[in-house]
């Protein structure tokens, strides 16, 4: 498979539903042979990597309000999936990429990464685990270019995106600045009666710090009466 075979399958399957991105790129795969959906996944997994940049995650940190190393992950594949210019933007300028957030409402979201393995699986039950793709590639140690350590240091870097979504957000986007609101909106719910309190706390990724979102397990009780 060539690079302009692999980005004319990621452009014709994608969709700004990220449900409907991902099936459409399943039905893609699987109508090929196993090594051509190995040779689609290598040149994926390859685009991914070189994607493992600080100037990228600081746009996704930016344009989130926050963005943890597994959300970069999805954050990456989303990029990928949205085709080779953006692709390409993201690589070089990530500072331009304010019309693609803007115009993707799914951006980030994990089950893209994982359409080349259930294709696979599909073809040939056989198929255990993850395309052994993932096993062969040198993975990046350290994301690539310079380091930030704060929103000012993004600021400089970014300064489009750091003029629309700290500067300039959304009347949305103000809300959901508002912990209440996030804790509200996100707090995820187990069954009927389990809700998690999330926290933030500051981490240090290689020489810059960042922001680590987690859940704790509030008490049991109707999440309806939880909020009165």
């Given at each position: 498979m060539t690079t302009e075979q692999f980005w004319e399958i990621v452009e014709d399957s994608h969709d700004k539903s990220m449900t409907a991105n991902e099936q459409k790129l399943f039905a893609r795969l699987t109508a090929l042979s196993e090594a051509e959906i190995l040779a689609f996944d290598r040149i994926w997994t390859e685009h991914?990597?070189?994607?493992?940049?600080n100037a990228l995650w600081g746009a996704a940190h930016l344009a989130q309000g926050w963005c943890s190393d597994d959300g970069f992950m999805d954050w990456r594949n989303w990029i990928i999936s949205c085709g080779r210019e953006a692709f390409e933007i993201a690589l070089d300028r990530p500072d331009d990429l304010v019309p693609l957030i803007d115009s993707e409402p799914d951006a980030g979201c994990e089950g893209i990464a994982y359409i080349a393995d259930n294709a696979l699986r599909a073809k040939n039950p056989q198929w255990e685990g993850v395309s052994p793709v993932h096993d062969t590639l040198v993975r990046p140690e350290e994301p690539a270019?310079?380091?930030?350590?704060?929103?000012?240091?993004?600021?400089?870097?970014?300064?489009?995106?750091?003029?629309?979504y700290v500067e300039n957000p959304t009347e949305v986007e103000k809300k959901m600045q508002d912990p209440e609101t996030f804790v509200k909106t996100f707090g995820a719910?187990?069954?009927?009666?389990?809700?998690?309190?999330p926290s933030v706390e500051e981490v240090q990724i290689g020489s810059a710090k960042g922001r680590r979102l987690t859940f704790t397990p509030a008490p049991?009780?109707?999440w309806w009466k939880f909020w009165k």
């Open positions: 991914y990597y070189r994607l493992y940049t270019g310079p380091r930030w350590a704060s929103e000012e240091d993004l600021r400089m870097l970014l300064p489009k995106i750091y003029h629309r719910k187990l069954g009927e009666s389990q809700v998690f309190r049991k009780k109707p």
